[in-house]
């Protein structure tokens, strides 16, 4: 792929202002976005992506009201039990990163089976971040590594960048090329902090409900435009 496109991470955001510009409910966006995710999954099949990474639930957004809560824990359970025979048909493996642990029992268990049912698919990995945040990842790292060096498996010598990033949730997959956020607001908002380190930032001011194949290309287009530096000289 030109530009050496890998992977792409997406915060889906504005679904809650697309709802109120309508003067509907805040979870009504979210039901209105599952078409838009749905859309945009293929569109990364398309694109012959090797991982899309979707910001779908951050450890931030426990802190919103239960009723908001509980909607998207239930559309998590129907839009996964639905679409699970198209991630079958276009080959995707499905993995969640995040704490797990902590959603309700249904959207677990929906969750399990679409993970092991998809295993050993072998096109594009859809990673779903549920329940994520990028410091909590970190210290996660951080804690595996402690664990490793203090039963002896691991010296601290052999602690580097590389690995590191294997004990991150994706186990040093490699890092997004492209980060997309809908809803105009330039932030990480505790998304993909450690990999978002290169990444190149596309921001759109369109509302993730609203978010096209057509917004996809765009994100490309400006993507394989970029000239990628990571820091050094180029063409002296
Ligand atoms: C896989 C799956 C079930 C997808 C469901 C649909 C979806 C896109 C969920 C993301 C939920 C979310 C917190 C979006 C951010 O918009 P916001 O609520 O922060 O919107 P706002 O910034 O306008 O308030
Ligand atoms: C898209 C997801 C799932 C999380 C980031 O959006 P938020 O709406 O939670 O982020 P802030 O604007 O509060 O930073
Ligand atoms: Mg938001």
Redesign the pocket.
């Known amino acids: 792929m030109a530009n050496g496109l890998r992977h792409v991470a997406i915060?889906?955001?504005?679904?809650?202002?697309?709802?109120?510009s309508r003067g509907l409910e805040?979870f009504l966006?979210?039901?209105k976005?599952?078409q838009?995710?749905i859309d945009a999954v293929k569109f990364g099949c398309d694109l012959h992506l090797e991982h899309l990474t979707?910001?779908?639930?951050?450890s931030e957004?426990w802190q919103?009201p239960s009723k908001?809560v509980d909607y998207?824990m239930k559309?998590?359970v129907?839009?996964?039990h639905k679409e699970l025979p198209d991630l079958m048909e276009k080959n995707v493996k499905l993995v969640v990163i995040g704490n797990i642990d902590r959603l309700p029992e249904a959207p677990r268990k929906q969750l399990q089976h679409a993970i092991d049912t998809t295993a050993s698919n072998t096109g594009m990995q859809l990673n779903?971040a549920?329940s994520y945040g990028g410091r909590l990842e970190i210290v996660d790292a951080c804690k595996a590594i402690a664990k490793e060096v203090l039963e002896g498996s691991l010296s601290l010598d052999a602690i580097d960048e590389s690995a590191f990033a294997k004990r991150l949730y994706l186990k040093g997959a490699p890092d997004p090329d492209l980060v997309i956020r809908t809803?105009g607001?330039f932030r990480l908002s505790n998304y993909l902090l450690w990999q978002a380190a290169y990444s190149e930032f596309y921001v759109t001011p369109t509302?993730?409900?609203e978010f096209t194949n057509d917004e996809f290309q765009k994100a490309i287009d400006f993507f394989n435009s970029r000239e990628r530096r990571f820091g050094k000289v180029l063409d002296e």
């Open positions: 915060i889906m955001d504005g679904n809650g202002r697309w709802a109120k805040r966006g979210h039901r976005g599952t838009a995710t979707l910001y779908v639930f951050s957004n919103r908001e998207l559309l998590l129907e839009m996964v779903l549920i809803g607001e509302l993730w409900p």
